[in-house]
């Protein structure tokens, strides 16, 4: 519904996507490579999240002219999706489904939001940064601590205490800007035992 309204951008790693100060971006959606999101208000940051391929953004501003603006860097070569403001109205006016889309993905947001904010369960983030980490190692794609912070919505100590222990238990080998899968069967134990919605 919206990827057949959308025009396609190509941004290569460090590219600006959005600026803070932007209220005409957009629905945005990553269809390869990775996105820095942040939403910040002054120096101050509010929430940041890596996004990476399947992930639209953008839809809050949309919608509440109230919102806080945030802002957007491609984390490495990435296509984006764009589809205007005017588009993303009439579509949602005219779509339920699409509304109803939309509405799940500010739900998400809102969790990972409390999530981050609450510090989150240790058993969902480690599902969670097992699962993320088992991804990237599938497909190819380099992560740093930081990157896999904002991935799942946590601090970087939290992951960095989590890799210590499972490098420790020898699941996982870390490197600068890396983590090497090392038990894989391990890490999907990890992953299956308390999945969450996100």
Same mark, same amino acid.
């Given at each position: 519904? $919206? ?5 396609? *951008?190509? #941004?290569?790693? /460090?590219? @600006?996507? +959005?600026?803070?100060?932007? *209220? ?5 959606? %990553?269809?390869?490579?990775?996105? !820095? #999101? ?6 101050? &940051? #509010? $929430? ?8 639209? $953004?953008?839809?809050? =501003? ?5 919102? @806080? ?13 764009? %589809?205007?403001?005017?588009? $993303?109205? &009439? ?5 339920? *489904?699409? @509304?109803?889309?939309?509405? !799940? ?17 240790? /058993? ?7 699962? !993320? %980490? ?5 497909? /190819? ?10 991935? =799942?919505?946590?601090?970087? @100590? &939290? ?17 600068? /800007?890396? +983590? ?19």
């Amino acid at each position: 519904m $919206f990827l057949s309204n959308a025009t396609v *951008r190509q #941004y290569s790693r /460090g590219d @600006l996507i +959005v600026r803070r100060d932007s *209220r005409t971006s957009g629905f945005l959606g %990553v269809l390869d490579g990775h996105v !820095r #999101y942040a939403t910040e208000a002054g120096a101050a &940051k #509010y $929430f940041s999240s890596l996004l990476g391929p399947r992930q639209w $953004f953008g839809e809050t =501003i949309l919608l509440d002219s109230h919102a @806080l603006p945030f802002r957007a860097v491609a984390a490495d070569d990435c296509e984006i999706a764009a %589809v205007s403001p005017r588009s $993303f109205q &009439k579509i949602i006016q005219s779509d339920t *489904r699409a @509304l109803l889309a939309v509405t !799940r993905l500010i739900c998400v947001r809102q969790r990972q939001v409390l999530a981050s904010a609450a510090g989150d369960d240790d /058993g969902v983030v480690s599902s969670r940064l097992a699962r !993320r %980490v088992i991804e990237a190692s599938d497909t /190819g794609t380099r992560m740093s601590q930081s990157d896999l912070a904002d991935l =799942i919505g946590v601090q970087r @100590l &939290k992951v960095n205490r989590l890799l210590m222990r499972w490098t420790q238990a020898g699941i996982v080998e870390t490197g600068y /800007g890396s +983590v090497r899968v090392i038990d894989r069967e391990a890490l999907e134990e990890i992953s299956a035992s308390r999945r969450d919605a996100s």
